[in-house]
């Protein structure tokens, strides 16, 4: 059996400075602390919307300023900086089943809109019914339109033109399911794209391939990070930098 390791202390350096926030106003207050370690290279935040951290070379010259307090308050990059807080796997966005389910409906409609037009093109007149009657495709749909255009038959389509007809009934009925699913899953990809397949006549009407539509939004963490968060950081980076050439040590 390996032995723990044990961790000797090799240095304590009063290098970070944590600034502490808090939202303005009356009642409940939102807090935010942001530790900027000069020695280290290292930001650490920790909030009400979220925890996030990253390391720097330490040096000025991979810097490009004197500390990383320059570093930060000098660039002042909120767009630069988010990034680099928020690790591969958590970009500061995240699937939307809402978003992806509202998508796949707008295809569905365009799907419903050409197969309506089709229906009207192809619709017999009254006198010719008689006559017509018998002549159909699979689908429902007469051989010959009014303007005795032929239509091509079910047989006569490739496999990915053999789509049945679909009604307003049946459009409907998808549109409710797939948004549905959307309002159910949230921000659950895994969860959304294992039932979506399961809606009946969804491959059939709407997309074979729907992984191909994949809908992100902006997460509310990544909102706070960007809009409350590092802009204040910033500015008080800015007011040390003034404060140590003032008042050096």
């Known amino acids: 059996m390996r032995s723990i390791p044990k961790l000797i202390l090799k240095s304590a350096k009063a290098a970070a400075t944590t600034y502490s926030f808090e939202t303005e106003g009356e009642g409940f207050k939102s807090w935010a602390l942001c530790t900027v370690n000069d020695h280290t290279g290292e930001l650490l935040i920790t909030s009400d919307w979220g925890s996030w951290s990253h390391r720097w070379p330490a040096s000025p010259e991979a810097l490009g300023h004197a500390t990383l307090t320059a570093f930060i308050g000098d660039r002042g990059d909120v767009d630069y900086l988010a990034r680099k807080l928020q690790k591969e796997g ?72 053999r789509l049945p007809y679909l009604t307003a009934e049946k459009a409907r009925e998808l549109w409710g399911a797939i948004k549905s699913l959307g309002n159910d899953c949230g921000r659950n990809r895994d969860l959304f794209w294992e039932r979506l397949p399961s809606i009946p006549g969804f491959s059939d009407y709407v997309t074979d391939e729907p992984w191909e539509i994949e809908i992100t939004e902006q997460t509310f963490e990544d909102k706070a990070l960007r809009d409350i968060v590092l802009p204040a950081l910033i500015e008080a980076c800015k007011a040390t930098v003034i404060s140590r050439k003032e008042n050096p040590t």
């Open 90 to 161: 958590r970009n500061g966005t995240c699937f939307s089943a809402q978003k992806t389910a509202h998508e796949l409906n707008r295809l569905l409609c365009a799907r419903r809109l050409e197969d309506g037009r089709v229906q009207l093109e192809n619709r017999l007149e009254p006198e010719d019914w008689g006559r017509q009657r018998d002549r159909y495709t699979e689908d429902g749909l007469p051989l010959f339109s009014h303007r005795s255009v032929p239509v091509p038959t079910w047989r006569d389509l490739t496999r990915m033109e």
